[in-house]
């Protein structure tokens, strides 16, 4: 089974300017997760989908971050414009429907590693 | 809501000793713990999770927690270590919701080094 892919795996972008990053969750997830982990803290998330609607969005800076999940598969997070804080990595995790067990289980991937300059 | 404390922010020990890593908790509600491993440069991998029942639980590689509802702790162990054990453990727990909207708040981390 394939794992949450996400891409690209490092981009570094000077402030003021956008950047978006990709991912694909596992097939058959129905839940999408986007979290920010900066350097020397925990993941916090930005935003939930089910399937393409949004669950939780209460911690998504909503003036330069926007995310979207269309067909309920592929999900895009865009920064824009980018702020030197924004440096972090950003991680997309997966799960289940909510109606199927374990849901609780999130597989992340790799995650985007930015620098802003 | 949910939050968590993971007390101790690096952790050295030599290959073979034991070690534990801490982690407190806060909720008003019931919840589901987990800690998490997080390689350089990868994502997170499940080590194990507490949902209910037996308060000890066994995940990968060798791993332990035993969950302590009176202190609200969730600390992670292992007998012995291995160089390959270098790496950031994160504690998580997320409020038993009875099968919707599973949000995970994690712990600061801990960054295990394990010294030949």
């Not at chain 1, 694909?24 to 925990?42: D, K, V």
């Not at chain 2, 990968?60 to 270098?86: C, M, W, Y």
Request: charged share 20%.
């Amino acid at each position: 089974e394939a794992g949450v892919a996400q891409s690209p795996r490092y981009k570094i972008i000077e402030k003021r300017q956008s950047v978006a990053f990709w991912c694909n969750p596992i097939s058959g997830h129905a839940t999408l997760y986007w979290y920010q982990q900066i350097l020397g803290q925990g993941p916090k998330l930005l935003i939930q989908f089910q399937n393409n609607g949004v669950v939780d969005d209460s911690q998504l800076p909503k003036d330069r971050f926007s995310a979207e999940r269309l067909k309920g598969v592929d999900s895009t997070l865009k920064i824009q414009p980018a702020k030197l804080e924004d440096s972090a990595v950003y991680l997309c995790a997966s799960s289940l429907d909510p109606g199927r067990r374990p849901s609780y289980e999130q597989y992340f991937g790799p995650g985007t590693r930015l620098t802003v300059t | 809501a949910q939050s968590v404390t993971q007390l101790d922010s690096q952790v050295p020990v030599f290959e073979e000793a034991p070690v534990e890593l801490r982690c407190n908790y806060s909720s008003s509600v019931s919840v589901y713990l987990f800690w998490y491993v997080q390689y350089p440069n990868q994502g997170l991998q499940l080590l194990l999770k507490y949902l209910s029942g037996s308060t000890l639980v066994k995940g990968i590689n060798g791993f332990e927690a035993e969950f302590n509802k009176s202190q609200t702790s969730f600390h992670l162990r292992k007998p012995s270590v291995h160089i390959s054990d270098t790496a950031e453990y994160f504690c998580a727990v997320t409020r038993n919701s009875g099968g919707s909207n599973y949000k995970l708040t994690f712990g600061k981390g801990t960054l295990l080094t394990v010294n030949p």
